[in-house]
């Protein structure tokens, strides 16, 4: 445990101490003190790095072990359905599942439903794969479609015909005769679909217009405030689910505990982890606190 | 005309789409019907910034409350809307990709938009601190439930939950923060969340119904009914 780490605990565990004797006195907690300790919290923890072991849960593993059971080669589209707000907990998914994807030898079809989102595709197509794979070619290996406006009529279409809505891709070069899109007709001829995000249009309108009329395998990697409206559709119609920065973390572990040449890469959503672990702690004690200070008025209450 | 035209069209339309999607031999005219609404969608953002900026002018003229903010979301505005459409500093000229690294419009998104977008949303953390503090209390037996079960799945989306409560035995493996986690999440969420899927859907088609066949006509707009 190195000094910073040492440090942190003892600024947040003084913190708290602060209040519980505060609250053990029926007093309130300033509104400003809470801000000004949830920003240590978060601050300290990205500063001195607080890392804690992970395990991927049923519903990540899933993903993985489908993307390793493929043959190489697969056809996988990724569709980047979100916007700057989400990308602290999507983005890690969304560059680790490429990575992964790419590792394999699979192929990628990228696009976006969201205006935002193929900017956050950009992100990856710039940080990832010309750092991690120099040697995989466009058109060959991945193919940009880019965004479409639209929201679930673009996926209407392209649950029947997808060179209808991507004749080209992004760069305006055809996509007929593209090694990529080889064999694809429609988002149903893809091995697996996976759609990261966490608004509308997002996984749930991926799952009602492409999944269940096509039958295509399919996956989602969405914001932790979103992951609970997508649970009806486990694992039927949807094989895994990726929640949060803990999702991101955990297929990061999965993935470079596996592949040692990746052992090394950036990992936002391990790093993450840390200050949101501790945040969390901080809003539960906040809570028990809140509990203390009420259930202490309302007896005094009771007694006068 | 002004009411009879659009609601032909919505009628048409509309159930051109529901007709087709039950018939496998028309799903071409269904593809070709989500194609327009892609066109018309695009049109929507137009209409969508036309709106923007007459809003904004008129706070403006009117020097409404916070009249200021106005100009800096009209500069915002335009000078996006000019470097990305005239794609002005591209080294790839007009030709070049709009959003290719090094452009400015690029640089607008990554430096500007992306930090204030994840500032804004990270804001929320001390909003839900403040309000976790005050306002999530047991005050009576639903709120305890509700209390109880914010805070299993608030550690269970932590690692700290696994820590926990590693110590747990084998046999009583279901009391794992993990696993009482997806207990609560894939039991009753997911319950509650399909009644409610089921209610939405329910009110989604009589509301679509009553679209189709005129008897709901508040879309057109004032003029509509």
Redesign the interface.
Known sequence: MTTGVIFTLVVIGGALAYFAWRSLRGKEIDRRLIFLVIGATVALPLIFPLEFEHQPSPLVERIYERIEALPPGSQILLSYDFDPGMAPEVQPMADVITRHVLARGHRIAFMSLWATGQAQLNQTLNNVIPVDFPEAEIERDWVNLGFKAGNEGVLRVIASDLPKMFPTDVEGRPTAGMPALEGIRSAGDFDLVISFGGGKPGPREWILFVADPTGVDFAAGTAAVSAPELYPYYPNQMLGLMGGAKGAAEYETAFMGQYEQFADMPSPGRRIMGPLTMAHIVILALIVLGNVIYFRSRRERGTA | MNRTLPFLLTFIVGFTIVIATFSPPL??L??DT??F??II??F??ILGGGNLVKINLVKITRRQRDWQFAIVTLVGFFFVLIIGLFKVGNPGGVTG?V?A?GTPF?DV??YV??????T???LL??F???A???A????NREATIL?IAA?II??G????G??LTAWIPDSLDIFEV?NLH?FL??SP??AG??AI?IGIALGVISYSLRVLLGVERSHIGKDGG
Do not use: C, H
């Open positions: 799903d071409r269904a593809v989500a194609v609404f892609s969608a695009v929507a953002m990709q959003d690294p690029f998104y990554t938009f992306v930090p204030v977008g994840a804004m949303y990270s953390a001390f839900i601190a403040s976790s503090y005050r999530f209390r047991a005050k209390l805070s608030m550690l989306a932590t690692p700290f696994t820590m993990p997806f999440m894939s969420n997911l969340q399909r899927m």
